[in-house]
C-alpha cells in the first residue's frame, strides 16, 4: 500500500440485529473489496451498536482476516448510518486518509473502483465529488429489471439516463429535477468535504440531504462511467429504512422533513456566497416542494404530496403557477379558497 494520503478509506456503516443475511451480505461486499485492481484501500467499518450479542466477536474476526486493512470501529449508541459513516471518516482523516469511497455494508464495489477514483481524482486536483452510477442486485446478486422496482427506485433507475450534473452550483438542478443523483454507496469524495458537511444524525434520507449540502457548498463534482456500484434491493422483505420508520406515510414525512432540511441548508450556503439570492432560492425550493410532492403521492403518500403542494403555494405562488400542472393548481386554489 501507498502512503495514507494515496489510499481510497471506504467507509462503511454496520448493524446486525442477527439475521443471518446481514454478515453473510458484508462478507460478499468485504469480497468485493479485496478483488479491487488497486490494493491502495482500507475498510473503516462503524459498528452501529448492533444488538446481536455476538457482534463484537465476529468484526473483530473478519479484521483479523484483513490484517491491517480493516478498522473496526464501535458507536456508543444506534444512531443511524449517518452517524456511523460520521465516526468512520473522522477516523480515516485522523489517519491521513484524503480520499474516501462510501459503501454500506450490503453493496458491491467495481473491481476497478479504487483504480479510477485515484485516477480521477489525482487527475482534477479541483475535484472534489465523483459518482458512479448503480445496478440493481437482488439479495443472491442476480440483476433486477427496472419494472419491478419499487416506485421510488424505479424513478431512480430511470433518471439515471438523464444527462449528469458535472461542474459546480448543481443544487438546482439536484432539487429541481432529480430524486436523486447517487446513493452513499456511489459517492467518493474528498475527505475535507466530507468533513465540512458531516451526515446529520437523522436515520432516514440522510443521505439526499447531505448531498444537497454538498452542491450548496460550490463543490465541483463530475461522474465516472464503467464502474457501476451493485446496490442491493431483496425481493423478499423490501425497504429497511421503511420498515424502521414504521409504515410508508412516516417514511415519506421524514423523507420530506430530512430532504427539505439539507436543501435549505444548500441555499443558505449558496446565498451567503453570493452566486444566487433569496429570490432564486424561494422559487428553487418551491419547485422541489412541487416535485417531492409528485413523488411522494406516486410512492403511495397522496395526502402528504397534497400537503407539499399546498407549501410550495403558500411560498411562492408564481412560481407555483410557473410549474404546477393546471390540475394541481386547480385543487391547491379550491382548498385554500376554502379555508378562507
Not at 460478499?28 to 479491487?36: D, G, N, V
Request: glycine residues 8%; proline residues 6%.
Amino acid at each position: 500500500m501507498s502512503a495514507p494520503g494515496s489510499v481510497v478509506a471506504f467507509v462503511m456503516p454496520y448493524y446486525d440485529d442477527g439475521q443471518p443475511w446481514r454478515r453473510s451480505t458484508l462478507d460478499l461486499t468485504l469480497e468485493s473489496i479485496r478483488r479491487q485492481s488497486d490494493g491502495d484501500w482500507h475498510v473503516y467499518l462503524t459498528d452501529d451498536a448492533s444488538p446481536h450479542p455476538g457482534t463484537r466477536a465476529f468484526l473483530a474476526d473478519t479484521a483479523a482476516r484483513m490484517p491491517g486493512r480493516m478498522t473496526v470501529l464501535e458507536a456508543p449508541v444506534n444512531a443511524g448510518a449517518g452517524d456511523a459513516r460520521n465516526r468512520a471518516v473522522r477516523a480515516a482523516a485522523s489517519d491521513g486518509c484524503t480520499l474516501l469511497a462510501y459503501l454500506d455494508s450490503d453493496d458491491v464495489a467495481h473491481p476497478d473502483r479504487v483504480r479510477v477514483v485515484r485516477q480521477r481524482f489525482a487527475q482534477d486536483p479541483a475535484l472534489e465529488f465523483l459518482y458512479s452510477d448503480i445496478e440493481f442486485i437482488d439479495e443472491h446478486g442476480a440483476p433486477w429489471e427496472s419494472a419491478d422496482l419499487l416506485p421510488g427506485l424505479h424513478l431512480l433507475n430511470q433518471q439515471q439516463a438523464l444527462p449528469k450534473l458535472t461542474g459546480r452550483e448543481r443544487w438546482a438542478e439536484q432539487a429541481t429535477d432529480r430524486d436523486n443523483i447517487a446513493i452513499p454507496s456511489a459517492m467518493n469524495l474528498r475527505t475535507d468535504l466530507a468533513l465540512r458537511f458531516p451526515f446529520p444524525r437523522v436515520r432516514f434520507c440522510e443521505d439526499v440531504a447531505t448531498l444537497f449540502r454538498y452542491l450548496g457548498s460550490g463543490a465541483k463534482i463530475d461522474h465516472v462511467a464503467g464502474i457501476p456500484t451493485g446496490y442491493r434491493v431483496p425481493r423478499q422483505g423490501g425497504s429497511s429504512s421503511r420498515k424502521q420508520s414504521g409504515d410508508l406515510d412516516e417514511f415519506n414525512r421524514l423523507r420530506c422533513v430530512n430532504e427539505r432540511a439539507g436543501l435549505e441548508d444548500a441555499l443558505a450556503h449558496a446565498v451567503e456566497r453570493g452566486v444566487t439570492d433569496e429570490l432564486r432560492g424561494r422559487a428553487v425550493l418551491c419547485r422541489y416542494l412541487i416535485r417531492i410532492g409528485r413523488t411522494v403521492a406516486a410512492d403511495g403518500s397522496p395526502e402528504l404530496g397534497r400537503e407539499q403542494l399546498r407549501e410550495a403555494y403558500a411560498l411562492d405562488p408564481a412560481t407555483f403557477a410557473e410549474h404546477a400542472t393546471r390540475r394541481e393548481l386547480d385543487s391547491v386554489e379550491r382548498e385554500v379558497g376554502s379555508r378562507l
